[in-house]
């Protein structure tokens, strides 16, 4: 079994992930140092599996603790999750995420070439790509022009890699553009949980649906969009999961670089969501409109052709099927 390393592992997508991994036989092994996730995902890995998940407690800026994983065990692959990933708080703490989300992946590059490991996959966004383009976006759109450290910090990395393979042909490198991941695994064991209050949609509509906060802001109804609320392409994090793992098997990591998005290529709003989630968990969810908010665009939806053609990959899970397995984390 190759053993494929997960920065991040114990978060929502990188959990996700070592199922899709593991059930495709490899053996997913979990580097996290927990500031936005629990070791309970473990467990509950363990249980989805059925076998026991080995997992470091490491922040991956530390290059002593990183490397000496490196060297016990041999890795395959390295799909890099960690990172922080809020908007909201990396304009307020720009440092920070300046120097947890490139100073980790500086040093993991780092511990992987002391390690002679070049295979390795990294959690962008769709958030690199400049605004304003004809839709859907592929991955030849252009990129930049981004309005907060968050973006930045994704569409910076993304250059670093780019420099890299150019100077060393070592490496494979593969830039996962994810558009918006949502729901969890159809057992309900692991799911989005971050520690501070949620930002994104969908966790906010759960927050709502489980009386933890009073009422959902729908922000904007004046976008020119089909009913005026922003609109989204969203993806099920089992069908972004699988998507990793396609660009590891059948040998595909080979030298170079390519850029993939991964979406439905289909765009919903916020109305339809919240119709959606009402339909098939059966909650209401009061909400009220409220102003735009800021750096929102009023649509964003991909092409993942590319991801359709060369992985052989597609989504499998429509929002009705995301709603259905968002039930039982209620
Ligand atoms: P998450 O917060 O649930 O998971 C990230 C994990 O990384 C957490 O478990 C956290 O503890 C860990 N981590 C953070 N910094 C670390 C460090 N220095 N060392 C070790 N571990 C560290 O987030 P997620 O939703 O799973 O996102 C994973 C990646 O995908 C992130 O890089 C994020 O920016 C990117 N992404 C997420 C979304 C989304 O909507 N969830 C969309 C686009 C891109
Ligand atoms: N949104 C909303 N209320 C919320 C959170 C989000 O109306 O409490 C809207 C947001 O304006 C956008 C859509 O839902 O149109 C998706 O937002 P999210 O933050 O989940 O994803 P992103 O905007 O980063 O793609």
Redesign the pocket.
């Known amino acids: 079994m190759k053993n494929v390393f997960i920065?991040?592992?114990?978060?929502?997508?990188?959990?996700?992930c070592a199922i899709s991994l593991f059930k495709n036989g490899y053996n997913p092994i979990i580097?996290?140092?927990?500031?936005?996730?629990r070791s309970s995902?473990i467990k509950n890995l363990e249980i989805i599996t059925d076998k026991k998940i080995t997992f470091y407690d490491?922040?991956?800026?530390?290059k002593k603790k990183l490397i000496s994983i490196f060297k016990k065990i041999s890795c395959y692959a390295v799909i890099?999750?960690?990172?922080?990933?809020s908007v909201a708080e990396s304009i307020r703490r720009p440092i920070d995420y300046f120097d947890?989300?490139i100073?980790?992946t500086l040093s993991l590059l780092e511990c992987m070439r002391k390690s002679n490991v070049f295979k390795l996959i990294f959690?962008?966004?769709?958030?690199v790509y400049d605004n304003n383009q004809l839709l859907p976006l592929k991955e030849t759109n252009k990129t930049g022009n981004i309005k907060n450290p968050?973006g930045n910090?994704?569409y910076i990395i993304e250059r670093i890699l780019m420099d890299l393979v150019k100077s060393d042909y070592r490496w494979s490198i593969r830039i996962a553009?994810?558009?918006?991941?949502?729901s969890n695994h159809s057992s309900g064991l692991i799911k989005?949980?971050?520690k501070g209050i949620p930002n994104?949609l969908i966790p906010c509509i759960i927050k709502v649906a489980q009386k933890k906060l009073p009422i959902l802001k729908v922000f904007g109804k004046n976008y020119k969009t089909k009913d005026g609320t922003g609109v989204r392409d969203y993806i099920h994090?089992m069908d972004l999961a699988d998507g990793h793992v396609a660009m590891i098997k059948n040998n595909r990591l080979k030298k170079g670089l390519k850029i993939y998005n991964f979406g439905t290529g289909k765009g919903s709003s916020v109305l339809e969501v919240i119709r959606s989630f009402e339909k098939h968990t059966g909650i209401l969810i009061s909400f009220k409109f409220t102003k735009r908010r800021t750096g929102d665009v009023a649509e964003s939806f991909c092409s993942a052709n590319k991801a359709i053609k060369e992985l052989n990959w597609k989504y499998r899970y429509d929002l009705k099927q995301a709603m259905i397995d968002i039930k039982k984390i209620l």
């Open positions: 920065t991040g592992g114990a978060g929502y997508i990188g959990s996700h580097l996290d140092n927990f500031s936005n996730s995902v490491v922040d991956i800026r530390d890099h999750c960690a990172g922080l990933k947890n989300n100073g980790s959690s962008s966004s769709a958030t968050y910090t994704k553009r994810y558009f918006n991941p949502i989005e949980n971050p994104n994090v």
